[in-house]
């Protein structure tokens, strides 16, 4: 099961950080209206979604009727679009539903029946991206569709775990710390082979889908989403928009016993904060989340054991590049491998090119490939 807690409270296993464990009065308010806003925007999704619909048919009826002849099929693709939007709002009501038990130390309560209503305030369009965003993180992390990016952005970190920590090493003695988790199925993983291992999250966004599918999900193929179901560019065919996944692949609450896992709410900076803390360290896709990646580094050595292992695959897609009024400090990888040492890690392993995807459609006519970096570090003893 996955107990979230929000960003200075402790997980189900009492893993992160303790210290300041009460929000003030202004913060808790801060925190609610934020958690409201990313419910409101999954509440507005079925309407956005429609009214996506409802302009491309508004396009082509436009069009002289000798032209709109020429695609017989559009009137029966637009009714088709709209069932898929229908069927992921099955979805997506399910996550609202459960958003309301996600925090184990705080209670933010939601009025179910209110669930189709339009939000008082409407959401913005980078509100529902995100929306969307995270509706691709199912395949990507839950579905059969997902295999291979996570083949290629998990399976290496995992058999470097293993590699570092074979049979005989792998209890629930050895912590393992995820950060940037998204739908929490690496530290997912990572917890199934036997160690401690705990996701952290920013994303309220994902927060909620992830507790959704690892707490509410007891079934191989569950649930169907429609995850292309809004790119209305580059389909070589309609059918390759209108394309199905079943989630989940694996029944997430079909753990070993003494499994140990959790998730923790909240800016990776702020929630860990104790020293030597964790033996292994695994981001993927995260480090370019960052502020000033430097912070990123030296928390990570911080937080890490004398003779712990920072594992990291990713790009430098700088997340708050050229945002108003958002320091963002972008560093190449020379300088931010420069910086890794400077602190103090010791690099053991290191591939410069490492070919990964994420969230793409595979059968989209644009695809885009990250060209990453894959290493593995070491805080000495």
């Given at each position: 099961?996955?107990?979230?807690?929000?960003?200075?409270?402790?997980?189900?296993?009492?893993?992160?950080?303790?210290?300041?464990?009460?929000?003030?009065?202004?913060?808790?308010?801060?925190?609610?209206?934020?958690?409201?806003?990313?419910?409101?925007?999954?509440?507005?999704?079925?309407?956005?979604?429609?009214?996506?619909?409802?302009?491309?048919?508004?396009?082509?009826?436009?069009?002289?009727?000798?032209?709109?002849?020429?695609?017989?099929?559009?009137?029966?693709?637009?009714?088709?679009?709209?069932?898929?939007?229908?069927?992921?709002?099955?979805?997506?009501?399910?996550?609202?539903?459960?958003?309301?038990?996600?925090?184990?130390?705080?209670?933010?309560?939601?009025?179910?029946?209110?669930?189709?209503?339009?939000?008082?305030?409407?959401?913005?369009?980078?509100?529902?991206?995100?929306?969307?965003?995270?509706?691709?993180?199912?395949?990507?992390?839950?579905?059969?569709?997902?295999?291979a990016e996570r083949e290629a952005c998990y399976a290496p970190v995992i058999r470097e775990i293993l590699n570092?920590?074979?049979?005989?090493?792998?209890?629930?003695?050895?912590?393992?710390?995820?950060?940037?988790?998204?739908?929490?199925?690496?530290?997912?993983?990572?917890?199934?082979?036997?160690?401690?291992?705990?996701?952290?999250?920013?994303?309220?966004?994902?927060?909620?889908?992830?507790?959704?599918?690892?707490?509410?999900?007891?079934?191989?193929?569950?649930?169907?989403?429609?995850?292309?179901?809004?790119?209305?560019?580059?389909?070589?065919?309609?059918?390759?928009?209108?394309?199905?996944?079943?989630?989940?692949?694996?029944?997430?609450?079909?753990?070993?016993?003494?499994?140990?896992?959790?998730?923790?709410?909240?800016?990776?900076?702020?929630?860990?904060?104790?020293?030597?803390?964790?033996?292994?360290?695994?981001?993927v896709f995260f480090v370019d989340t960052a502020h000033n990646v430097i912070d990123y580094i030296e928390t990570?050595?911080?937080?890490?054991?004398?003779?712990?292992?920072?594992?990291?695959?990713?790009?430098?897609?700088?997340?708050?590049?050229?945002?108003?009024?958002?320091?963002?400090?972008?560093?190449?990888?020379?300088?931010?491998?420069?910086?890794?040492?400077?602190?103090?890690?010791?690099?053991?392993?290191?591939?410069?090119?490492?070919?990964?995807?994420?969230?793409?459609?595979?059968?989209?006519?644009?695809?885009?490939?990250?060209?990453?970096?894959?290493?593995?570090?070491?805080?000495?003893?």
């Amino acid at each position: 099961m996955m107990n979230a807690a929000s960003k200075s409270g402790s997980t189900s296993n009492n893993s992160a950080s303790e210290q300041d464990s009460q929000l003030t009065a202004e913060e808790e308010q801060k925190e609610r209206e934020h958690f409201q806003k990313v419910v409101d925007a999954f509440r507005y999704y079925r309407i956005h979604s429609l009214r996506r619909v409802a302009v491309a048919e508004k396009h082509f009826n436009d069009l002289p009727s000798r032209q709109q002849s020429l695609v017989p099929s559009f009137a029966d693709t637009l009714l088709k679009l709209q069932q898929a939007v229908d069927q992921n709002y099955i979805v997506v009501k399910q996550i609202i539903r459960s958003a309301e038990k996600i925090f184990e130390n705080r209670s933010f309560q939601l009025d179910s029946s209110t669930v189709n209503e339009v939000p008082e305030k409407i959401p913005t369009e980078f509100d529902m991206d995100k929306v969307k965003t995270t509706l691709k993180q199912l395949v990507r992390d839950w579905s059969e569709g997902g295999a291979a990016e996570r083949e290629a952005c998990y399976a290496p970190v995992i058999r470097e775990i293993l590699n570092l920590y074979p049979n005989e090493c792998r209890s629930p003695s050895i912590r393992i710390l995820v950060p940037g988790a998204g739908l929490g199925r690496l530290a997912h993983e990572i917890a199934r082979l036997g160690f401690t291992c705990q996701g952290n999250e920013w994303s309220f966004y994902m927060l909620c889908a992830a507790h959704f599918v690892i707490n509410r999900c007891d079934r191989v193929g569950q649930y169907t989403l429609y995850p292309w179901v809004h790119q209305y560019n580059n389909n070589k065919t309609r059918a390759n928009q209108l394309q199905s996944c079943t989630f989940p692949d694996k029944n997430p609450s079909n753990m070993p016993p003494g499994s140990n896992f959790s998730m923790a709410a909240g800016d990776f900076m702020e929630v860990y904060t104790e020293p030597d803390s964790w033996n292994c360290i695994a981001s993927v896709f995260f480090v370019d989340t960052a502020h000033n990646v430097i912070d990123y580094i030296e928390t990570m050595y911080k937080i890490l054991q004398p003779g712990g292992y920072w594992i990291n695959l990713g790009p430098l897609l700088w997340h708050y590049s050229d945002m108003p009024n958002e320091l963002s400090i972008e560093l190449s990888y020379d300088e931010m491998r420069e910086v890794i040492t400077a602190v103090g890690f010791e690099f053991i392993k290191e591939t410069r090119s490492h070919s990964a995807a994420y969230t793409e459609n595979p059968k989209s006519m644009l695809q885009y490939q990250y060209d990453c970096v894959f290493f593995v570090v070491r805080k000495p003893v």
